[in-house]
């Protein structure tokens, strides 16, 4: 990718190269949630831990491969975000920034409103993905992890697991997995750079795995270590040719 050729041309002229810049939009995973708890007013809310994000780990591993290099994250998550909500800031909060590579996650949220809102997803990530790209910036769409298969043992507030009971259904009847078919064909169609980090959680599943139990909060976010995943399949997928050319 080209942003890979801006980071070399960084490292060997400082002086004349240009800052570079990676933006995430995404929902509650990118913006770095986690644990799960319930407030004393007794309403819910999550825990903040945007160092444990994905993309922090990612800022870590490239200071390794070019120390000399400064690198500008874009954290553009937000909480309960969906694709719509995304397209509707992407200017805001992204494309304002000028950024060198933009990493696009939806999903999660989506899927939890039922097949039937498919259509709305696709238009929104296919307008998000052209906007992008007419902006001059690289474009990757990262799928996300799954969501818990089971009401895990460790959610002993009634009130908690009746929210992973409500969530489950998305994940074992199939729903996010529909979803994330549909949007590996969009990207396809429009040439978009796929890192599939969802396929890799259905690979460990398929082999045993506990995915319920990499989840900080067990029912959709991933724990701090999983989130290294997401940062170790980005970098491979910088580093990769681009499979449309």
């Known amino acids: ?3 890979m050729e801006k980071f070399m041309q960084k490292a060997r002229d400082n002086w004349n190269a240009a800052p570079v810049t990676l933006a995430f939009l ?9 644990e799960l708890y319930i407030k004393n007013d007794g309403l819910h809310e ?3 831990d945007k160092h444990s994000a994905y993309h922090q780990y990612l800022f870590e591993m490239l200071n390794v491969l070019y120390p000399s290099v400064p690198v500008n994250i874009i954290n553009a998550g937000v909480s309960g975000g969906s694709a719509p909500h995304g397209l509707e800031r992407l200017e805001r909060d992204v494309l304002s920034h000028k950024p060198d590579l933009v990493v696009v996650c939806f999903g999660l949220n989506d899927a939890c409103q039922g097949r039937e809102n498919l259509s709305r997803y696709l238009d929104a990530l296919s ?10 910036s690289d474009l ?9 298969t089971c009401v895990s043992c460790h959610l002993t507030d009634p009130r908690l697991r009746a929210i992973a009971e409500r ?3 998305f994940q074992t009847e199939g729903d996010l997995d529909y979803y994330m078919d549909a949007v590996r064909r969009l990207c396809r169609d429009k040439r978009v750079t796929l890192c599939d980090c969802y396929a890799k959680w259905k690979q460990m599943e398929k082999y045993g795995v506990d995915t319920t139990d990499l989840l900080s909060n067990y029912i959709n976010h991933p724990t701090r270590t999983m989130n290294r995943l997401f940062a170790v399949s980005l970098l491979e997928t910088m580093m990769q040719e681009d499979p449309y050319e």
Request: one cysteine or more; proline letters at 5%.
């Open 1 to 3: 990718m080209r942003i």
């Open 140 to 148: 990757i769409f990262m799928t996300p992890n799954m969501m818990g």
């Open 127 to 136: 307008a998000i993905f052209d906007k992008v790209r007419a902006s001059g």
């Open 46 to 48: 999550t825990v903040f």
């Open 167 to 169: 969530m489950i259904p």
């Open 26 to 34: 995404g929902d509650s995973v990118t913006q770095g949630c986690f």
